[in-house]
Nanobody, 114 residues
């Protein structure tokens, strides 16, 4: 079993930056891909960015060139550097980890004001 916990959310004005972190614990030997997802009220949880164990990345079109996903396998950590934030980036950001199963964190709120 893997447990994950996010941190680093907050409120920022448009054009600002935030860095999200995700720490995994438990059966971390099983972790393969990791990703960040965003959810707003009444909508589904959508992929923002993902990264494989070897470092291959994938981004949603809306964040390409502004967000950077990275991971530290030695620390079982996942990061999301978010620059040039826009109001439409607002939402709850979840860390998702694929290991023996798929595990979600509790989410962290990101609010971008215009």
């Amino acid at each position: 079993q893997v447990q994950v916990a996010e941190s680093g959310g907050g409120s920022v004005q448009a054009g600002g930056s935030l860095r999200l972190s995700c720490a995994a614990s438990g059966s971390t030997f099983s972790i393969n891909a990791m990703g960040w997802y965003r959810q707003v009220p009444g909508e589904q949880r959508d992929l923002v960015a993902s990264i494989s164990r070897r470092g291959s990345t994938n981004y949603a079109d809306a964040v390409k060139g502004r967000f950077t996903i990275s991971r530290d396998n030695a620390k079982n950590a996942l990061y999301l550097q978010m620059n040039s934030l826009k109001p439409e980036d607002t939402g709850v950001y979840y860390c998702g980890v694929l290991g023996l199963g798929f595990t979600w964190g509790q989410g962290t709120q990101v609010t971008v004001s215009s």
